[in-house]
């Protein structure tokens, strides 16, 4: 007995549940762990510096799990893009076979590893994108909803209706990310027509996590209001922990008369985010989470959490089965 999706068949994985890509935190020890636990772990190709050192990550995993992982690789606006060819050849090279891509003009890309039959899970923010996905030949679809830590897009549609427009609209597999943490989503998101979920924030408070403790004694003592979404006025919304910077962040975008980007820049560094899971001050820079820190309420190793997860999605759908009986129509 166990889950049979298309996604545990596709992937060769025991649980339909996949840790997403996060920069600063898909290391090696996490990917692994996941990976051996039942799930399927993931690298973030750029947390690497180069591609040369993804490749190092790479074998570092394979070392530590012989059960399947893959590899994210996002691709995001910026005025000296990384040469992501470079780090989906290394990909490639290694042998992996399953990656999740997201972000802007993601075609060359996907291409690039379609080449190799590689399976690819593509993250969308919206039906729109995920229809252009689909197009671009991806095998799943990650449906990110406006719960999400991060990029949350600019529609602000939560995943209840996301994922069910999902089910009548797209004609490719898919998962459902944002705003999971527990066996409970994972049965809904199956009965709402998903193969699987997507947990980020939720492995973040784990114990193999290579983030400070105290980064996960915040997530364990916030509650679903502790995220604010910065950059909507640039078209770049990004939801993060309501943390002191986060704060001044927002000031400076709400109140700047110039609404020059530049003003913001300082606030947001992505430098001072990785000082914080490195030296555990909360308040130092901004950091992303979703609103599923609401429902995390421990700091469990990878293993027990996915048990965990298991337990409750069966015991989940076993409920809900129950509430219905068939009884003979009435003969009046």
Same mark, same amino acid.
């Given at each position: 007995?166990?889950?049979?999706?298309?996604?545990?068949?596709?992937?060769?994985?025991?649980?339909?549940?996949?840790?997403?890509?996060?920069?600063?935190?898909?290391?090696?020890?996490?990917?692994?762990?996941?990976?051996?636990?039942?799930?399927?772990?993931?690298?973030?190709?750029?947390?690497?510096?180069?591609?040369?050192?993804?490749?190092?990550?790479?074998?570092?995993?394979?070392?530590?799990?012989? =059960?399947?992982?893959?590899?994210?690789?996002?691709?995001?606006?910026?005025?000296?893009?990384?040469?992501?060819?470079?780090?989906?050849?290394?990909?490639?090279?290694?042998?992996?076979?399953?990656?999740?891509?997201?972000? =802007?003009?993601?075609?060359?890309? &996907?291409?690039?590893?379609?080449?190799?039959?590689?399976?690819?899970?593509?993250?969308?923010?919206?039906?729109?994108?995920?229809?252009?996905?689909?197009?671009?030949?991806?095998?799943?679809?990650? &449906?990110?909803?406006?719960?999400?830590?991060?990029?949350?897009?600019?529609?602000?549609?939560?995943?209840?209706?996301?994922?069910?427009?999902?089910?009548?609209?797209?004609?490719?597999?898919?998962?459902?990310?944002?705003?999971?943490?527990?066996?409970?989503?994972?049965?809904?998101?199956?009965?709402?027509?998903?193969?699987? &979920?997507?947990?980020?924030?939720?492995?973040?408070?784990?114990?193999?996590?290579?983030?400070?403790?105290?980064?996960?004694?915040?997530?364990?003592?916030?509650?679903?209001?502790?995220?604010?979404?910065?950059?909507?006025?640039?078209? =770049?919304?990004?939801?993060?922990?309501?943390?002191?910077?986060?704060?001044?962040?927002?000031?400076?975008?709400?109140?700047?008369?110039?609404?020059?980007?530049?003003?913001?820049?300082?606030?947001?560094?992505?430098?001072?985010?990785?000082?914080?899971?490195? =030296?555990?001050?909360?308040?130092?820079?901004?950091?992303?989470?979703?609103?599923?820190?609401?429902? &995390?309420?421990?700091?469990?190793?990878?293993?027990?959490?996915?048990?965990?997860?298991?337990?409750?999605?069966?015991?989940?759908?076993?409920?809900?089965?129950?509430?219905?009986?068939?009884?003979?129509?009435?003969?009046?």
């Amino acid at each position: 007995m166990g889950f049979d999706t298309a996604l545990t068949k596709a992937l060769g994985i025991r649980l339909p549940v996949v840790q997403g890509g996060m920069q600063w935190v898909g290391y090696a020890e996490l990917a692994a762990a996941v990976s051996n636990a039942g799930g399927l772990g993931i690298l973030t190709a750029l947390t690497q510096p180069t591609p040369e050192d993804l490749r190092k990550e790479i074998r570092k995993c394979r070392s530590m799990t012989k =059960n399947p992982f893959g590899v994210n690789l996002t691709l995001l606006p910026s005025l000296v893009p990384p040469d992501y060819a470079a780090y989906a050849q290394v990909i490639i090279d290694e042998g992996i076979r399953i990656v999740e891509t997201a972000g =802007n003009n993601p075609g060359p890309v &996907i291409k690039q590893l379609k080449a190799v039959n590689t399976i690819i899970l593509h993250k969308c923010t919206t039906i729109r994108h995920a229809k252009s996905a689909v197009k671009l030949g991806v095998d799943f679809l990650s &449906i990110d909803g406006f719960e999400c830590a991060g990029h949350v897009g600019e529609h602000d549609i939560g995943n209840l209706i996301l994922l069910n427009r999902a089910r009548q609209d797209l004609g490719v597999p898919f998962i459902a990310s944002g705003g999971f943490a527990d066996g409970y989503g994972l049965a809904a998101a199956l009965a709402l027509g998903a193969e699987g &979920i997507n947990m980020g924030t939720r492995f973040m408070c784990t114990i193999e996590a290579p983030i400070h403790a105290k980064v996960k004694q915040a997530i364990v003592d916030a509650d679903e209001a502790d995220t604010a979404l910065v950059m909507r006025r640039w078209k =770049n919304t990004t939801r993060l922990f309501a943390n002191e910077v986060t704060k001044q962040a927002l000031k400076v975008e709400r109140e700047s008369t110039s609404g020059e980007f530049a003003e913001m820049a300082p606030f947001v560094s992505g430098k001072r985010g990785r000082e914080v899971f490195l =030296n555990g001050d909360i308040d130092f820079g901004v950091w992303t989470a979703g609103q599923v820190i609401g429902v &995390i309420h421990d700091v469990p190793t990878c293993g027990e959490l996915l048990s965990r997860i298991e337990r409750e999605a069966v015991g989940a759908m076993d409920r809900s089965k129950a509430l219905y009986t068939a009884t003979p129509q009435s003969k009046l």
